[in-house]
């Protein structure tokens, strides 16, 4: 390996930034999402959807809908096989229960929630689909809805699964009651930590169900042919996942079953799970034909991602000097339908990146008459450090402390213990805070009146595991990567910049593609910000490789030993002749004559929890009258260790940032008494549009990643954590008040402000 | 089913006929029978703008108009923004300055910002700000979109100040 110490190393490719091949025909309309495709004979699909939050399904009449002319299958719960409740490991990413998965895709005696598939119809059009699926006949048997955290862990709430597993989203959880299990993470002896504090705070927060809300909708292509050999053409963040699923709900061996990644429209956590292949593969098995399910964004709404809302209590204290001493933590996350929602996460994002020596969290996962919660950018954290970064921020105000300065006192550094139970791998927390406190934004003054500034740390955890990555060097130079992870935003151009610095080559050389599961080998899906840094990784020792066997070829035409053969920056030399060399694509012309070209294929597991950390600075106008927030200026600092394509990082910066911004003044599901969803446009579920937001100004620092040889870490989430606690800290300083709620829409900090003068006002009569 | 209808348009500069039923939106004709599918569905109800097209010069959703409403009309559509191999001053500025990630709303973007720049050369931040509002991008924040918008106006200026 020719890797010195990635602080001291001079990159020739990593920090440029060139034009992503895939853009072009992105730009130019010709780029292939799963729902520009088309077989030939291909039909279309559609479900049939429970209007209830919570029934059992009594019978479902499909006879009107099979006698529609045009209609070419109608499917059920029962045309599927039944599959027991079987936790399937995931390696660190956890587990997953297999009957859970397929009794999402298609409801068998309940449903569980407004949106839940019951039936599918596949006709000759998708208009002759929708009127098939309105003649489809089902008989209900009503059932309480369960509809919040808190009231499903109440006494007497109904239950809703007589018999579930715990949820396991990358940790196990344990049952605690029927419609919820826990998980403890802790250190300490939290009553003397208590004991030893001079300010103690305790507070409750709220937020709600929030939607990924990726501009396309989920769309796939099945085709089941006569031999049971399925193909699935479709926009997944894990294709080797859905393929694994699909195999299982259906009992066929997973050699069966062929998925072929195409172009993704925004995914964010949302695209990691499977929806639709079970329902579409059976109607292509029925109708003999290709069959492709496109979803309505009410659809999209109603039944795919979200993301949990929560309940969460945080009691907090700090002696005088500002020291952390104890800190207990309730959280309590919905899980929707089936258990497994992202309160993990939650729970170690909410305080690693402080130092507390007493300290509790009490996790929940929840299970309430919802869609099932998955995983969204960074999953579960924005909302337990909503809570927490405020009550820093309580805390910093009442010991009269700069906010970095009191962070600094409690930083985490490289090598502290976390609450997750593992040490933190290197990064370089203090020169975060150094470097916020430099920025002008830290100390421009404010201007108006109602204006106010907010800060918000957070430190996030990106995963590695499998990865999979193959190169293969061609006679005229040219080199294809081939790896098994879905490119959501640019990850194609940031494998080849470091293949092309590994190998010691240009950019242009290389090109990088994302191969199905029949031609690459497994690699875990495109999430926990694991791409660029873990396949990249893999990446770069199946370029070490390369260029082994490459120097081995040049071995044998100077009839030398392999090890004499050294190479850097793309030529070979000669340890014993210096005035021996062999350039790079000289080296290529000769493969054919040495034994052929070369390719390399590895499956490797880069090391998990790299640390990644953010800091936000906001600046907001609060408009009294109508409690109307806008955002006057926003600087969005975060890590990223070697930033492989500046712009792309900024872009992954800029884009969580607004979409936690979003979460933080508009985004929730609306809900009623009886559990329909009443937002299901994206009219009523507001996501933030160009009027909405500001320039995000984007400072990337680049501490090393010891476990990248480039020092890269991923850098896709960590920018959704602060917006909403650098918000309500800065709606704090322009108005004085605590917003306890997500999102912070209009109506309640103007009910905040309104109680805020009430109170005051009643305190001015009583001085009277 | 009631029966289908003959309509002529021109898209993209080209004389097209085609036969739609009259529950059909342009979006579908122009994706499913036309097959341009460029022009992407975001949420078919006029809320995403990613089926923006510019119809008789308008900037519209392609969603919300009927297919047989666009019987005489002209019609413009990312697949036509390109003059042979050279992109469109927008379409450079877009990928040359990262205004694009998962490219699923990009064409409709491009759209909007045609419309924008045909209408206003020289537009400042507000004004595109305006222009963009009723298109909905989830991966970017917007940020390097509004500054692509600029570019492309700064370099579509400059072109013309050469020429003239």
């Not at chain 1, 070209?597 to 640390?611: A, C, G, K, N």
């Amino acid at each position: 390996m020719n890797n010195p110490e990635p602080a001291a190393r001079e990159f020739r490719v990593l920090g440029t930034r060139p034009v992503r091949p895939d853009g072009f025909d992105k730009v130019l309309g010709r780029a292939l999402f799963p729902d520009d495709f088309y077989l030939p004979n291909m039909i279309h699909g559609r479900f049939l959807r429970s209007p209830h939050a919570h029934a059992r399904i009594k019978a479902i009449d499909t006879s009107a809908a099979e006698t529609l002319p045009g209609v070419r299958a109608v499917v059920t719960g029962a045309d599927f096989p039944h599959i027991d409740n079987v936790m399937v490991s995931k390696g660190t990413a956890g587990m997953v229960n297999i009957g859970d998965i397929a009794a999402n895709c298609i409801a068998r005696d309940k449903v569980l929630y407004d949106g839940h598939a019951v039936a599918g119809v596949a006709a000759d059009n998708p208009h002759i689909a929708e009127e098939a699926v309105n003649l489809i006949r089902v008989e209900y048997e009503l059932l309480p809805p369960v509809m919040d955290v808190r009231g499903a862990m109440a006494a007497d709430a109904p239950v809703i699964h007589e018999d579930s597993l715990p949820g396991a989203f990358i940790a196990l959880t344990k049952k605690y009651l029927p419609n919820a299990s826990r998980l403890q993470l802790g250190s300490g002896d939290l009553e003397k930590g208590f004991a030893e504090a001079d300010v103690i705070l305790e507070r409750e927060f709220t937020s709600s169900t929030i939607h990924q809300g990726y501009i396309e909708s989920h769309v796939t292509t099945v085709n089941w042919d006569a031999s049971d050999h399925i193909t699935v053409w479709t926009a997944t963040q894990g294709p080797f996942n859905l393929r694994y699923h699909l195999a299982e709900v259906l009992l066929l061996p997973v050699a069966n079953i062929s998925v072929v990644p195409m172009e993704i429209g925004g995914a964010f956590g949302g695209k990691e799970r499977m929806y639709l292949e079970p329902v579409a593969a059976m109607l292509s098995k029925k109708s003999g034909r290709p069959v492709k399910v496109a979803l309505r964004r009410d659809e999209v709404l109603r039944a795919t991602g979200p993301s949990s809302g929560t309940y969460v209590k945080v009691k907090m204290g700090a002696r005088k000097d500002g020291t952390l001493v104890a800190a207990d933590l309730h959280l309590a996350y919905e899980a929707g339908a089936y258990p497994g929602g992202p309160i993990f996460l939650g729970a170690i994002a909410s305080t690693s990146r402080y130092n507390i020596p007493n300290i509790q969290i009490n996790g929940f996962d929840v299970i309430v008459n919802k869609p099932t919660m998955r995983p969204y950018r960074a999953p579960g954290a924005a909302q337990s450090v909503f809570a927490v970064e405020q009550i820093i921020d309580e805390l910093a105000h009442e010991l009269n402390m700069d906010l970095i300065d009191f962070r600094m006192k409690n930083l985490t550094k490289s090598g502290d213990l976390l609450v997750a139970g593992f040490p933190c791998l290197p990064i370089d927390t203090v020169a975060m805070m150094e470097a916020v406190k430099a920025h002008p934004h830290y100390s421009a003054p404010l201007t108006g009146k109602n204006q106010g500034r907010g800060l918000a740390y957070t430190m996030w955890f990106g995963l590695g595991e499998a990865s999979s990555a193959q190169i293969s060097v061609n006679p005229d130079g040219s080199v294809q990567v081939l790896t098994g992870s879905p490119d959501l935003s640019g990850t194609r151009m940031t494998f080849a910049m470091q293949a092309a610095e590994a190998l010691g080559i240009d950019v242009e050389h290389v090109t990088a593609s994302v191969g199905g599961t029949e031609a690459i080998g497994f690699a875990l899906p495109t999430v926990g910000s694991r791409t660029t840094y873990a396949t990249g990784a893999v990446i770069c020792e199946v370029a070490q490789e390369v260029l082994k066997q490459m120097s081995a070829r040049v071995a044998l035409l100077w009839e030398t030993a392999p090890e004499l053969v050294t190479v850097n920056n793309g030529v070979f030399r000669n340890k014993e002749d210096p005035d021996l060399s062999m350039s790079y694509s000289e080296m290529c012309e000769k493969l054919f004559e040495t034994g052929g070209p070369i390719t390399v294929h590895m499956t490797r597991s880069p090391q998990s929890f790299i640390p990644g950390i953010a800091v936000h600075l906001v600046d907001v106008e609060v408009d009294p009258e109508t409690g109307k927030v806008d955002i006057l200026r926003y600087t969005a600092f975060q890590d990223v260790g070697k930033a492989v394509h500046p712009d792309y990082v900024a872009g992954q910066m800029q884009g969580a940032t607004v979409q936690g911004i979003g979460m933080a003044l508009n985004e929730g599901y609306f809900y009623d008494a009886e559990g329909h969803l009443k937002n299901t446009s994206l009219l009523d579920y507001r996501m933030p549009t160009t009027l909405d937001v500001p320039m995000i100004e984007t400072v990337i620092l680049e501490s090393p990643n010891p476990s990248h040889p480039f020092g890269v870490r991923g850098c896709g989430e960590h920018s959704i954590i602060p917006p909403a606690a650098a918000i309500a800290n800065a709606i704090h300083d322009a108005v004085g008040v605590r917003m306890n709620s997500m999102p912070m829409a209009p109506h309640k900090v103007c009910a905040a402000i309104k109680a805020k003068q009430t109170a005051s006002n009643r305190r001015l009569r009583g001085q009277t | 089913m009631s029966r289908r209808k003959h309509v002529t348009a021109t898209i993209n500069g080209e004389s097209i006929e085609f036969l739609c039923e009259p529950r059909q939106s342009l979006l579908e004709v122009l994706r499913d029978l036309l097959h341009l599918t460029g022009t992407k569905e975001g949420c078919n109800d006029g809320n995403c703008g990613a089926c923006s097209v510019i119809m008789n010069g308008i900037l519209v959703d392609s969603c919300c108009v009927l297919g047989v409403e666009a019987e005489g009309s002209e019609i413009e559509t990312v697949e036509g923004l390109a003059k042979g191999d050279k992109l469109h001053p927008l379409q450079k500025a877009f990928l040359e300055h990262t205004g694009l990630q998962c490219g699923i709303c990009t064409p409709g973007f491009l759209m909007a910002a045609k419309a924008l720049l045909d209408k206003y050369p020289r537009p400042d931040e507000m004004q595109i700000r305006h222009w963009l509002a009723g298109n909905l991008c989830r991966c970017t924040g917007y940020d390097k979109l509004i500054r692509c918008v600029t570019i492309a106006a700064d370099s579509m200026t400059e072109a013309q100040h050469e020429q003239s």
